[in-house]
């Protein structure tokens, strides 16, 4: 790819990356765009499946995560394909496709995020007790608060409050909240780490490493969010180089090819 060529798509990866939050559908134009000129590129691949998520979009998220694993040799966007194998309606693949791969090898913010939608398909086939147990691995402790921990604490929660164990589940939202708070509070927009999570009825366990840059939990200040001006538009498009033609390759107005084959007639509805 020449400069001019990587500049351009380089370019539009940012705008999708910008807009993703406020405007997801403009995000997605972006990565389409990115992956007509590089689409060979793993980052360009991982990046049309994330925007194709965030507008519902699941059997086309699939497919381009199918092209990134194969093209990158990385299982990260599991928990991504298993969350898309739900909105397409089958809870039973997406357990099937999470089982597919050792947790072990996996990394701990990828484990949890596989756990979650392994929990949400174990819902969907109406499973509560099974959904808990997905949840229930060694990331779940509520002495320590990581970057991932608000979201499987808020996740555990939830499922109590299926099982109507409610007084368990406010006790557990209530961690997600301070977790969220004291990471917030401590790293600021900085990289997320880990921090102890005190509750003030136990007392801080001194066998807890003093690297670990851990910070007793706070109550969240109250900042005013940052104002946040519109992404403008990416520059102009520029005129294409001759390059031979591929199977990756896409023409204007095609969505990005894949090696994989789907099922033409999946539905793409949003989830509930």
Do not use: C
Not at 89 to 102: H, I, K, N, Q
Not at 137 to 161: G, K, N
């Amino acid at each position: 790819m020449s400069k001019e060529n990587a500049d351009w798509v380089a370019k539009h990866l940012v705008m999708a990356g910008r807009l993703i939050e406020e405007e997801p559908e403009e995000a997605h134009k972006h990565a389409l765009s990115a992956g007509r000129r590089a689409g060979r590129i793993g980052v360009v691949r991982e990046t049309i499946a994330i925007t194709a998520y965030t507008v519902g979009d699941y059997a086309l998220t699939l497919r381009e995560l199918r092209t990134y694993r194969r093209i990158t040799g990385r299982d990260d966007q599991l928990p991504l394909m298993v969350d898309s194998e739900r909105g397409l309606g089958r809870p039973e693949r997406a357990l099937e496709l999470g089982r597919s791969v050792d947790v072990s090898t996996l990394a701990p913010a990828v484990r949890v995020s596989l756990a979650i939608a392994m929990s949400g398909a174990r819902l969907d086939l109406g499973q509560p007790d099974a959904a808990l147990g997905e949840l229930e691995i060694p990331q779940l402790d509520r002495r320590r608060a990581f970057e991932y921990s608000p979201a499987l604490f808020d996740a555990y929660a939830t499922v109590l409050e299926d099982l109507g164990r409610e007084r368990d589940a406010e006790e557990w939202r209530t961690l997600a909240e301070r977790a969220d708070a004291a990471l917030e509070a401590h790293h600021g927009d900085d990289d997320r780490e880990t921090v102890e999570v005190v509750e003030e009825e136990l007392e801080l366990d001194e066998s807890w490493d003093a690297e670990d840059e851990s910070v007793p939990l706070e109550e969240p200040a109250a900042d005013d969010e940052p104002e946040t001006g519109e992404a403008s538009a990416a520059e102009e498009e520029p005129a294409s180089e001759e390059e031979p033609a591929s199977e990756e390759e896409l023409a204007p107005g095609e969505e990005p090819a894949s090696d994989d084959a789907l099922d033409t007639d999946a539905e793409t509805e949003h989830r509930g």
